[in-house]
């Protein structure tokens, strides 16, 4: 394979994990790495904690591999590019400056872009957390004399900017237009219990509320909100959730919706995959075609992918991607992990804590069967419980096994 060319387009973390991976199964072609950043691939989490409060510097966020440096892959760089295009013809990524990359294999790992509040974007003080940029504008904000926060969007990363700025002594205002914040991923009973934990740390929790406008000078100075309420602000924070960065791919004859379709492999077209935020796929352990917007799934799925256009290029077919989602969020002393894949309504059962106490496990049922296990402050028994999910484990062996777990 050593005239063969692979373009990654995304220096995300799915982009180089994919790259790792096809070095580690043997490829010693060509591998570009194409990003719209100027910085090479980093670690996202810490922005909305470590990094956004000062206890990490910006450049700790800078990607390792396992072999150990990330020049030990010898990937070639182009940095701060946009991709603009797909010739899948010509085999060819086209970029802003008209130039266009050849490629024998593609790997889409262009992530996803955070939704933004109409006629915001000439306020000075509005901000939306995705990059290591974003990370550093908005911390320059709060340190910059700020006292009053508003966050838009009670999702996972609206919720941990929350816990960073009340750590930082700011008086925070919390604004969902569900009733429930949360819900879809944890459902009711826990996202009523995680409105409440951040009203027991001094946050200002507004649901069921709308913002009608964002008012300001050259910069932010109130919101506006549905319900007749006019907050003063001095930062505002918009977490509504993100879109899959597929623009550049609308004229490529690639599958698009909500994504880029994959294949169970995560091939996505004659030599092509695709990786992370951006892709969907059948996860046939679910039976559900999903997109998963995780840390973890970007890790497995990149790595996956790697693996399956390794095997295409040489003639061979890729195995099915089948993972259990899993995640975690870090609220001020309350770590929150799911694994699994949960739905609104599923019935929700408390096997070990409480939430009283803050600490616990609840089991997450579909068609009788554990689909789903949540854990607050519990990350040894999460882990034993993920094996049991990932065993499809019928409900009532579950039940029996959390009697013996007690």
Known sequence: MGGQRV???????????????????????????????PHRPYDRPPLSKQVLSGRQPPE???????????????????????????????????????????????????????????GTDHLAGVHTLRTLDDCTALRADLEGGARRVAVVGAGFIGAEVVATCRGLGLDVTLIEALPVPMERALGADVGNLMAEIHREHGVDVRLAVGVVRIEGGDRVERVLLTDGTTLDVDVVL????????????????????????????????????????????????????????????????????GR?????????????????????????????????????GEPVTVVSGSFEERRFVALYRRDHRLVGVLGMNQPAKVMRWRTLVEAATPWEDALLAAKEMA
Not at 79 to 85: D, K, M, P, S
Not at 316 to 341: C, H, M, N
């Open 7 to 37: 373009v990654v387009a995304g220096a995300s973390l799915a982009g180089l994990r994919a790259a790792e991976e096809l070095r580690s199964e043997g490829f010693d072609g060509t591998i570009t790495m194409v990003g719209d950043e």
């Open 60 to 118: 700790a966020t800078e990607l390792s591999v396992a072999t150990g440096t990330v020049d030990d892959l010898t990937l070639e760089w182009r940095l701060g590019e946009v991709v603009t295009g797909l010739d899948q013809g010509a085999r060819r990524v086209l970029l802003a400056g008209g130039e266009a990359l050849a490629y024998d294999g593609l790997v889409i790992a262009t992530g996803a872009s955070p939704r933004r509040l109409p």
């Open 238 to 305: 918009v977490g509504i959730g993100v879109t899959p960065n597929t623009e550049w791919l609308a004229d490529s004859g690639l599958a698009l919706d909500d994504g880029v379709l994959c294949d169970a492999s995560c091939l996505a077209g004659a030599g092509i995959v695709a990786a992370g935020d951006v892709a969907r796929w059948p996860n046939r352990r679910f039976d559900e075609v999903m997109r998963v917007e995780h840390w973890d799934n970007a890790i497995a799925m990149g790595a996956h992918a």
């Open 308 to 344: 399956t256009l390794f095997a295409h290029l040489a003639g061979r077919t890729g195995e099915p991607f089948e993972p259990v989602p899993w995640f975690w969020s870090d609220q001020y002393d309350r770590k929150i992990q799911l694994a699994g894949r949960t739905e609104p």
